[in-house]
């Protein structure tokens, strides 16, 4: 690891507990995605006993999103908000469903055309962001910002694309109380790798993840990096007593 390190600038960030260069991290996160995509919504059952789908519909209540908004969907995976927003903005809206990893899109992709919902799907990378200034209502990530390696410019750019009065939505797993500390951990490194080698034959992929979580800014420090990215009114609603979190900002 120390020699793929030395050949890059010397710059390096965490993949879970390990440290790398960052240009290996891209590689690394690719990699686990490609590997989970056929059965990421089996691997969120997994990691939250099912309740992301709970905290998705909570998500998009937040978003308000009505027709003619134009909506930014990042790390949209297997399309849960996209799919729903597409439906709220209606014909004279624009939904745009990204991700950074093709296998990914593919999956969210072909569930959308196979409910008949046809919309804009990119590849691209959330701190390079092809939109120009102030273009989207709402823009949206869930359970991808713990995977990015450059937190601070993806918050920047979201906020850059977001119109002025537009909202960002960030949804992540989350720090829980140091009460539930020890059981968490114990679910999230013994049992999760175990059911993803049962269940999907990867274990290495859903401890990368567990890690991930861990090593994911907790609420008020992701608080303190929305407003540093310029966004106003941040709050953030714990979801499940912390397991995972919705952080608001707007762009004024």
Known sequence: ???????????TTHFGYTTVAEEEKVHKVAEVFHSVAAKYDVMNDLMSAGLHRIWKIFTIAQAGVRP????LDIAGGTGDLAKEFVKQAGKTGEVWHTDINESMLRVGRDRLLNKGLITPTLLCDAEKLPFPDNYFDRVSVAFGLRNMTHKDQALAEMRRVLKPGGKLLVLEFSKVPEVLQKPYDLYSFKVLPWLGQKIANDADSYRYLAESIRMHPDQETLKGMMQEAGLERVEYFNLTAGVAALHTGIKL
Do not use: A
């Open 1 to 11: 690891m120390s020699e793929q390190v030395n050949k890059t600038d010397g710059t």
């Open 68 to 71: 003619g908004f134009r909506v």
